[in-house]
């Protein structure tokens, strides 16, 4: 019996070795892109929503005799807002900032309009809300419009998540298309060698064996492509944020190595227990019934 698994690789070479090395490194390519640009998403858009939950529009409306809150309004504001613990920046628009947000070009135009003090706080706890009563009273009861950007984001936060789920589901259709493809090479070989599992049906062999025998020549085939392709896919998306300058693609160095060989090991594993359950039903059913 030591002859048999020398014959099986021989069997499975069938099989192109050099065709399922490269579709491994291709589909191991793209799952690995799929893994990485999923993390990447999920840690943006996460940190974007949080960032943008936290933030609070404030607009102060001048009286009706001023075209702008007075400077000691603002002043008192700005004392007001550093004294509040909740709040970790704050930022007020100058003019020649609104100027750009109205798309007004003359200045003298612009002089002339009622403008709002805006002011943006970025708030610690987001489920406490600004004193709209304090600051009234801070503003000497000038017109007070408090506007949460959490409350617009409901919508933003369910395309989000369908972006995630979708990037999600398309790696899954690319792994469950090579598990197939796979399959069909696989149920291919055997059933062009019947003869010979019939010999060896009627020496003694049994189907776990040689599943077990089949899995593991397979999963040394696919090991180098899938090698390969993940560390294609890491070093390019390496070259693609130092390129761009995309800071926030960035992970953490030891952990996306981490990742990469977790995604390895876990993919080749799932793939060795499929090999290994459908070669036993198939034998059963196809050889040894």
Not at 98 to 106: A, E, M, Q, R
Not at 108 to 137: G, H, W, Y
Not at 150 to 168: A, G
């Amino acid at each position: 019996m030591i002859f048999i698994p020398k014959v099986f690789n021989k069997i499975l070479l069938d099989i192109e070795t050099k065709f399922l090395s490269s579709l491994s490194f291709l589909i191991f390519s793209l799952i690995t892109f799929h893994l990485i640009f999923y993390l990447v998403f999920y840690n943006f858009s996460g940190d974007w929503v949080d960032r943008e939950s936290s933030l609070v529009t404030i607009q102060i409306m001048p009286n009706k005799d001023e075209n702008r809150v007075p400077d000691k309004i603002r002043d008192d504001l700005n004392s007001f807002f550093t004294n509040n613990n909740n709040i970790i920046t704050k930022r007020f628009f100058d003019d020649q900032e609104i100027k750009n947000d109205l798309g007004l070009n003359d200045l003298n135009t612009f002089s002339n309009i009622r403008i709002p003090l805006i002011i943006q706080l970025e708030m610690r706890d987001i489920k406490v809300a600004v004193e709209e009563s304090r600051i009234s009273r801070v503003v000497s009861e000038r017109k007070v419009d408090i506007h949460y950007h959490k409350n617009d984001l409901f919508e933003i936060d369910n395309l989000i998540y369908r972006v995630k789920i979708f990037i999600f589901l398309f790696g899954c259709v690319i792994a469950l298309l090579f598990i197939f493809l796979l399959t069909f090479l696989l149920k291919n070989s055997l059933n062009n060698n019947y003869k010979f599992f019939e010999i060896i049906q009627v020496m003694g062999a049994n189907s776990f064996k040689i599943s077990i025998n089949l899995s593991l020549i397979l999963i040394k085939k696919i090991l180098p492509g899938a090698f390969l392709g993940i560390i294609f896919s890491a070093v390019l998306s390496s070259i693609i944020v130092k390129i761009f300058s995309l800071s926030f693609f960035i992970l953490d160095y030891f952990s996306n190595i981490f990742l990469l060989v977790f995604l390895l090991i876990s993919v080749l594993l799932l793939l060795f227990i499929y090999l290994l359950v459908y070669l036993i039903y198939f034998l059963e059913k196809r050889f040894f019934a």
